[in-house]
């Protein structure tokens, strides 16, 4: 199994020293404001009747319909870094998904706006208005959370191993990221291929989120060959269940989405506070 392990690392930490460069990040930044600039210029090419009928039936109308592009993209690299994360910690990696989930309500917020006629105007447009106001005030009380979170975060657990578990475990994690990195490139080209035909099909981002989920369930499973006591086990199949009330916030509708995502943050804070408050220094928790 070390050979298996030493291989998954050897192609895994490659590639996500490249992912977290700084010069490719510079690079995708720029290429964000290049895509948002050509979506204006194709929406705008798309008004004036200037595209072929083929291609100005993929184009939206609505300028406003450019900013929820960009932060499809957005959201795609942040899915990329949370693959990247997995191998984490699994409160880093959990983390990292209300960072999705705040980045998501952002995105619904941008989305409500392409339905609005140009120039914007609120008459009419009241109830959209509404699900607006929620979405981009959930996103920031999950951003609060979020911080909340991240601060009461401790050093990791999986510190508590041997260091040939850790590598063992770690590396296991490596191995599961790459086949969910590979997962997520065939959803994305099997979304784009499905756009192109015209083929009406669910968001792929959100069939990603149950291919994570299962993914969460898998580690915590994983984790208890290394960690198979009933506070490590107990503590992470906690966090898994967390990511399953994301979840179902993403399939819910406005209003109780919010409270979905709020609810599965306050859960994540609660738990790592009863954990490492009430649980802390307590004789064989970790057996």
Not at 19 to 43: D, N, P
Not at 57 to 64: D, N, Q, T
């Amino acid at each position: 199994m070390n050979f298996i392990y030493e291989k998954i690392t050897y192609l895994f930490d490659p590639l996500h020293h490249r992912w977290e460069h700084e010069r490719l990040a510079k690079k995708i930044s720029v290429g964000l404001v290049l895509f948002f600039l050509a979506g204006l210029l194709c929406i705008e090419l798309q008004r004036l009747g200037l595209l072929p009928a083929s291609l100005a039936a993929l184009i939206p109308r609505s300028h406003f319909s450019a900013i929820e592009m960009a932060f499809t993209v957005v959201l795609i690299l942040e899915v990329i870094s949370l693959i990247f994360t997995l191998p984490c910690s699994f409160s880093r990696s959990v983390g990292k998904q209300f960072e999705l989930l705040a980045l998501i309500l952002l995105r619904n917020s941008f989305k409500e706006l392409s339905e609005f006629p140009e120039p914007i105007a609120f008459a009419g447009n009241e109830e959209a208005v509404l699900r607006i106001l929620s979405d981009g005030f959930g996103a920031l009380v999950i951003f609060a959370l979020l911080g909340v979170y991240y601060l009461i975060q401790r050093k990791k657990q999986d510190e508590t191993m041997t260091s040939t578990d850790l590598f063992s475990f770690v590396a296991a994690k490596k191995g599961i990221a790459l086949l969910l990195l590979a997962a997520f490139i065939f959803m994305g080209l099997r979304s784009i291929y499905l756009t192109l035909t015209d083929v009406s099909h669910s968001d792929f981002l959100h069939d990603f989120y149950t291919l994570l989920i299962l993914t969460d369930i898998l580690v915590v499973l994983i984790s208890q060959c290394f960690q198979p006591g009933f506070y490590a086990v107990f503590r992470n199949s906690g966090f898994a269940l967390s990511t399953v009330i994301i979840r179902i916030a993403l399939a819910a509708p406005p209003y109780f989405n919010v409270l979905l995502g709020i609810a599965a943050a306050l859960f994540a804070i609660l738990l790592t506070i009863v954990s490492q408050k009430i649980f802390s220094g307590l004789p064989g928790k970790r057996r």
